[in-house]
């Protein structure tokens, strides 16, 4: 694996944070919104909120991994 191999494999994972983030960010607004008008009860709003919440972990884990990988290979 070169280092142009290397540095493509960090933009998909910095892609695919990028698309969590969005992602589930989107859904916890639409959830938002869409749970009082449908009557759901609040104990869907907190699981909604703790899987979200679970996603934002995931993508700062992950941003976290893409970061070290490239301090790695600058020297």
Not at 3 to 26: F, Y
């Amino acid at each position: 694996m070169g280092l142009d191999d290397n540095e493509a494999a960090l933009a998909r994972q910095g892609r695919m944070v990028a698309l969590v983030i969005a992602g589930s960010m989107l859904f916890w607004i639409l959830a938002q919104w869409l749970g009082p008008k449908l009557g759901l009860p609040g104990r869907f709003t907190f699981l909604i909120d703790f899987a979200v919440l679970a996603a934002l972990v995931w993508s700062m884990v992950v941003t976290y991994q893409i970061w070290r990988k490239r301090q790695d290979t600058k020297g």
